[in-house]
């Protein structure tokens, strides 16, 4: 049974430009089009599994206004939450795709895979319905600031930070693991994200923090993966 009122409160952290929450959306949506750039010249079909309210979609689409973004998500709070009539939101399973094979030029996962409870069925599925030369981005948390956010929110009792369930938490190398078992050619894995809330000259600080070899300090994974 859906929890309307964690969805509606996460709806409304999504849209504050002053929350953490929106900060993170944001900087997780400016590592994927940023790989989309690089990895995928002109796509022109592209999915999110897990697409909530569809705010990543609007930024993708704005950034590539011809591409047809279709969304993929469970809550139908979050469905009805989107806005923007150039984006499509359907209702879906992760682990069931609707779609027929072959169909996308890109797929993005954002902070979706440690919610499923079968995360080897999704990368097949994306595998499937992903076209061949196609690629498919998934970004994660760090395991380990994941319980660090946990502690905070049972010590500031913030409900969704207490109460949002990840099913099984991926670092690098199980990601990775993962994608060679679903057959993707692993082509980018990295971490990312110096900060939650965002700092002056954050991406500068990454750069360093990564050249230092201190990329366990960074609080996101992200990984790329090609059919």
């Given amino acids: 049974m859906e929890d309307n009122n964690l969805d509606q409160v996460y ?6 430009k002053g929350h953490s929450f929106y900060f993170r ?14 990895y995928y010249n002109n796509p022109q079909k592209i999915l999110d599994i897990g697409a909530a309210d569809g705010s990543m979609l609007d930024d993708i689409k704005e950034k590539y206004p011809v591409i ?7 809550s139908r709070e979050f469905i009805k939450a989107n806005k923007n009539k150039n984006i499509r939101i359907i209702q879906g399973d992760a682990h069931s795709l609707p779609f027929q094979s072959d169909t996308f030029d890109v ?10 409870t079968r995360p080897e069925k999704m990368l097949e599925e994306a595998h499937r319905v992903l076209k061949r030369g196609g690629i498919f981005i998934v970004t994660s948390p760090n395991p380990f600031f994941d319980k660090v956010g946990r502690v905070i929110g049972w010590v500031m009792r913030d409900r969704f930070l207490k109460g949002e369930k990840h099913n099984i938490m991926f670092n690098l190398e199980k990601l990775k693991k ?4 679903a057959n993707f050619e692993i082509i980018q894995a990295d971490k990312f994200m110096f900060s939650p809330m965002g700092v002056p000259g954050e991406l500068r600080i990454e ?5 230092l070899g201190l990329s366990f300090l960074l609080l996101n994974q992200i990984i790329v993966g090609k059919k």
Avoid: P, Y
Avoid at 69 to 74: F, H, K, N, S, V
Avoid at 107 to 116: K, L, P, R, S
Avoid at 178 to 181: G, L, N, P, Q
Avoid at 207 to 211: A, E, G, L, Q, V
């Fill in 11 to 16: 709806i409304q952290r999504r849209k504050d």
């Fill in 107 to 116: 797929i993005i996962a954002a902070a979706i895979i440690e919610h499923v």
């Fill in 68 to 74: 047809e973004c279709i969304g993929l998500e469970q």
């Fill in 207 to 211: 750069r360093i923090i990564k050249s």
């Fill in 178 to 181: 993962s994608f060679k078992e």
């Fill in 25 to 38: 959306l944001k900087r997780r949506t400016s590592e994927i089009l940023r790989l989309m750039n690089k």
